[in-house]
Structures are given as structure tokens and as C-alpha cells.
């Protein structure tokens, strides 16, 4: 007598290549790689005390993510030429199974309080998770006002000027190092 087994499903290790747009607070425009606002305040893919930079596909996505509440504020657009390995893709519905994950809580708007009330929100802890499993980052939908399911963000944990995170502002004309 035989018995079968399903396999674990294991997801394809998805590598991203190509330009990253980032809509900066001023104040943190003189810093685009340092990842510093998330780590103070924390955001839905890291918790507070970890640094993470959320960039875009697009440049309109990354307006929309930076001015998510009310009037557009002063925003400094930066971009990136990038090369990641090891991207976690939340456009895979059976890796985020894998991962005990779903769409509904990845686009839940009580993470903040869910922070506050646990110390962590349920998605920063599945972004530890993949921190702990070696993804370098999350590619994930928009779920700002206004966006589709075509607006797509990259949030980073681990960059660096180097494979096999490598991130470099585009900056030639070292506008902000003036």
C-alpha cells in the first residue's frame, strides 16, 4: 500500500529589477536610504524599531502613498535604480497561504491600532516572518485611496549598494547633498 502526500508548497523566489520612486517627508529628504521614519513610527510591514523604506513601481503610487490623509503636504519624489533578490510576492495567493497570510488582512486600516493595542499588528508580524525566512522585501499592492490593483509598492528590510540588495538613489547632479 502507497500513501501519497502533497508537497509544501514552497513559492517561486521572486527578484525585482528596474527603476523605485519614493515620496519623501522633507524632512527626510536628505536621508532617502535611511529607512528612519518607519523605524521611528513603525508602518504596516515593520513594526516600530526596524527600519524600512516603502518605494513604489510608479511615481503617481508613491504620491498616492505619501499623501494618504487629506491635502497633498510638501513631498520630496525621489528614485531609485534597484536590483532585489529574495522578494516576498503578495500577488501570489498560495504563498500567502503558505505564509499564513491573506488579502484581506494585508489591506486591513487597523494595523495602527492593532500596533497600539498588541505592540505589533498582525502584518508586522508576518513581515517578520519573511525578515526570518531571508526575503529582503514585500511586494505588495497599493491600498491608498485612489489606487488600483495595478498600483504596486516594494517595502525594503535589508538594502544595501551591493547585491544581493542593491538599491542606488539616482541623484547625478547631487541635488540633495547640497
Known amino acids: 500500500m502507497s500513501t501519497r502526500s502533497t508537497p509544501a508548497y514552497t513559492p517561486d523566489v521572486v527578484r525585482y ?10 524632512v ?10 518607519a523605524e521611528l513610527y513603525g508602518g504596516r510591514f515593520n513594526p516600530k524599531g526596524l527600519p524600512a523604506l516603502y518605494a513604489s513601481l510608479a511615481m503617481m503610487t508613491a ?3 505619501a499623501n494618504q490623509v487629506g491635502n497633498l503636504q510638501p513631498t520630496t ?21 503558505a505564509a499564513e497570510m491573506d488579502e484581506i488582512a494585508l489591506a486591513d486600516g487597523t494595523w495602527r491600532d492593532q500596533m497600539k493595542s498588541r505592540g ?3 502584518t508586522q508580524a508576518f ?4 525578515i526570518d525566512g531571508g526575503y529582503h522585501g514585500l511586494l505588495v499592492r497599493s491600498f491608498a485611496p485612489g489606487a488600483t490593483m495595478d498600483d504596486l509598492n516594494l517595502v525594503l528590510w535589508t538594502w544595501s549598494d551591493a547585491a544581493p540588495a542593491r538599491l542606488i538613489l539616482i541623484d547625478d ?6
Open 17 to 26: 529589477q528596474g527603476k523605485l520612486y519614493r515620496a519623501l517627508n522633507p
Open 127 to 130: 513581515a517578520r516572518r519573511l
Open 173 to 178: 547632479e547631487k541635488r540633495l547633498s547640497r
Open 28 to 37: 527626510y529628504a536628505r536621508e532617502p536610504l535611511s529607512g528612519r521614519g
Open 120 to 122: 505589533e499588528a498582525r
Open 77 to 97: 519624489l525621489v528614485s531609485y535604480e534597484a536590483e532585489i533578490d529574495r522578494v516576498f510576492d503578495c500577488r501570489d495567493d498560495h504563498a500567502l497561504k
Open 63 to 65: 504620491l498616492r502613498e
